[in-house]
T-cell receptor, first 114, second 114 residues
Framework: GQQVMQIPQYQHVQEGEDFTTYCNSS?????IQWYKQRPGGHPVFLIQ?????EVKKQKRLTFQFGEAKKNSSLHITATQTTDVGTYFC??????????????FGTGTRLTIIP | EAGVAQSPRYKIIEKRQSVAFWCNPI?????LYWYQQILGQGPKLLIQ????????DSQLPKDRFSAERLKGVDSTLKIQPAKLEDSAVYLC????????????FGEGSRLTVL
């Protein structure tokens, strides 16, 4: 079945440094979504990418969808303490049963050193 | 707009006991998901409903887990009998329709099996 992997698993950065997490799917996706989960909280939607090669920005966050629609990245510029949490990508693709299925990645946990 | 409601928030049971979790999605959302999130991992899809029909339950351990959404609104997830490895947060999510945008998550139900 579809698998979605993320690297790195953990990232510790000094406040003000940049952060990047990478997401790779075993199958071609129809779209990819990104979620942020604060410690003790639930996943909260950040963005959805649909088109091959698409790039979207939200303030200090930049999201990219690969040309082959199998990989994606999230880059945060000049991290702040409010960026702490685990970032998940979630790839939507067709399952072996023919339905669209949203599969979450393994996540990257970001901690900030003040 | 009210969010996704889940109960109970916390539950502690002994192995071999049973437990039930309830979810009320956002009004009008046709698609409802149950995810299992084990500590340190990404959410894993257990079952997806479209109205009151099951779209995907391929990863639901059917010998012990069951779920229903009889009237196409709220849903119940049951575990009977529970095992130690079922300790996790059970997340309910909904969206207006499948294939359309973000998932809205509830706060989750944290299960500890002793």
């Amino acid at each position: 079945g579809q698998q979605v992997m993320q690297i790195p698993q953990y990232q510790h950065v000094q406040e003000g440094e940049d952060f990047t997490t990478y997401c790779n799917s075993s199958t071609t996706l129809s779209n990819i979504q990104w979620y942020k989960q604060r410690p003790g909280g639930h996943p909260v939607f950040l963005i959805q990418l649909v088109k091959s090669g698409e790039v979207k920005k939200q303030k200090r966050l930049t999201f990219q969808f690969g040309e082959a629609k199998k990989n994606s990245s999230l880059h945060i510029t000049a991290t702040q303490t409010t960026d702490v949490g685990t970032y998940f990508c979630a790839g939507e693709g067709y399952s072996e049963f023919g339905n669209e299925k949203l599969t979450f990645g393994t996540g990257t946990r970001l901690t900030i050193i003040p | 707009e009210a969010g996704v409601a889940q109960s109970p928030r916390y539950k502690i049971i002994e192995k071999r006991q049973s437990v039930a979790f309830w979810c009320n999605p956002i009004s009008g959302h046709a698609t409802l998901y149950w995810y299992q999130q084990i500590l340190g991992q990404g959410p894993k899809l257990l079952i997806q409903f479209q109205n009151n029909g099951v779209v995907d339950d391929s990863q639901l351990p059917k010998d012990r887990f069951s779920a229903e959404r009889l009237k196409g609104v709220d849903s119940t997830l049951k575990i009977q009998p529970a095992k130690l490895e079922d300790s996790a947060v059970y997340l309910c999510a909904s969206r207006p329709n499948r294939d359309t945008g973000e998932l809205f998550f509830g706060e989750g139900s944290r299960l500890t099996v002793l």
